[in-house]
T-cell receptor, first 116, second 110 residues
């Protein structure tokens, strides 16, 4: 079974530029998550999709971050414009279950973003 | 408000000794509880979970965790540590949303 795929693995941009990350979840997984992991901290949920609907985006900075999951499969996360404090690893995960899921999550390798 | 705490930034254990990585939580109702592990240069991996039932749950790589409702804890344990267990461990709580702890770095000394 193929795992969660993410690209790019690394990205360096200047502040005020835009950037996009892509995620392809495990086939058949209904739920997709985007997390931000700042160095020395645990992952923070940015947005959770169930199929192509948003379940939770309460911690997504909507003035600069956006995400979509068209057709309920792969997803993109965009930052525009980027700030220095956006430097972090962006993790994508997927799971079988629904909104309050008892199913474990499968994580991709992450995208390390550096904003200079 | 939901919260999860991992009170130790780092735990050092000699190989062959038992290990414990602590996790406490604050949430109303009955949460789901998870442990994940992050090895160097690898993504987060699921270790084990508590949903309901027996308070002692067993997971991958010989790890187990004990759910204690009265102490609101879900400590991760292993009877005999291996050097290969050295990694970053995260506790997570799912109630209205999922919240991860800040992580505990486990260092097993040969």
């Amino acid at each position: 079974e193929a795992g969660v795929a993410q690209s790019p693995r690394y990205k360096i941009i200047e502040k005020r530029q835009s950037v996009a990350f892509w995620c392809n979840p495990i086939s058949g997984h209904a739920t997709l998550y985007w997390y931000q992991q700042i160095l020395g901290q645990g992952p923070k949920l940015l947005i959770q999709f169930q199929n192509n609907g948003v379940v939770d985006d309460s911690q997504l900075p909507k003035d600069r971050f956006s995400a979509e999951r068209l057709k309920g499969v792969d997803s993109t996360l965009k930052i525009q414009p980027a700030k220095l404090e956006d430097s972090a690893v962006y993790l994508c995960a997927s799971s079988k279950g629904g909104a309050r899921s008892s199913y474990e999550q499968y994580f991709g390798p992450g995208t390390r973003l550096t904003v200079t | 408000a939901q919260s999860v705490a991992q009170p130790e930034d780092q735990v050092n254990v000699a190989e062959g000794n038992p290990l414990t990585v602590k996790c406490t939580y604050s949430v109303s109702g009955n949460p789901y509880l998870f442990w994940y592990v992050q090895y160097p240069n690898r993504g987060l991996q699921f270790l084990l979970k508590y949903i309901t039932g027996d308070n002692l749950v067993k997971g991958s790589y010989g790890f187990e965790a004990e759910f204690n409702k009265s102490q609101t804890s879900f400590h991760l344990k292993k009877p005999s540590a291996l050097v290969s267990d050295s990694a970053l461990y995260f506790c997570a709580v799912v109630r209205d949303k999922i919240i991860f702890g800040k992580g505990t770095r486990l260092h097993i000394l040969p």
